[in-house]
């Protein structure tokens, strides 16, 4: 069993900055690959990236590319997204996804199996 926490959310202006984290226990991140989603209102959950489970290969969704980074630090058993220029449209909840599957890139929501509780992000205009 794995645990996700994730922090870090927050109200931001266009533009701006924010570092999302997830903490993970249970179990140790670096057997996991890890990810991260989110789910704007009336929108359905949509991948945002993903990391393989030593971080030596990342994917990130067409329209984040540039702007969000993720990495991991698995002595410290967490998952971060690092999220630049910030745009209203980011607006969402965000999630923090572990899978057992294998490392394939674009992270599937049916292939995730632990998610975490969810921070909101709102970007401001």
């Known amino acids: 069993q794995v645990q996700l926490v994730e922090s870090g959310g927050g109200l931001v202006q266009a533009g701006g900055s924010l570092r999302l984290s997830c903490a993970a226990s249970?179990?140790?991140?670096?057997?996991?690959?890890m990810g991260w989603f989110r789910q704007a209102p009336g929108k359905e959950r949509e991948f945002v990236a993903s990391?393989?489970?030593?971080?030596?290969?990342?994917y990130s969704r067409d329209s984040m590319k540039g702007r969000f980074t993720i990495s991991r630090d698995n002595a410290k058993n967490t998952v971060y997204v690092q999220m630049n220029n910030l745009k209203p449209e980011d607006t969402a909840v965000y999630y923090c996804?572990?899978?057992?599957?294998?490392?394939?890139?674009?992270?599937?929501?049916?292939?995730?199996?632990?998610w975490g509780q969810g921070t909101q992000v709102t970007v401001s205009s």
């Open positions: 249970g179990r140790t991140i670096s057997t996991i690959n």
């Open positions: 996804a572990a899978t057992l599957h294998d490392y394939r890139g674009v992270l599937s929501y049916h292939d995730v199996d632990y």
């Open positions: 990391i393989s489970r030593y971080g030596h290969n990342t």
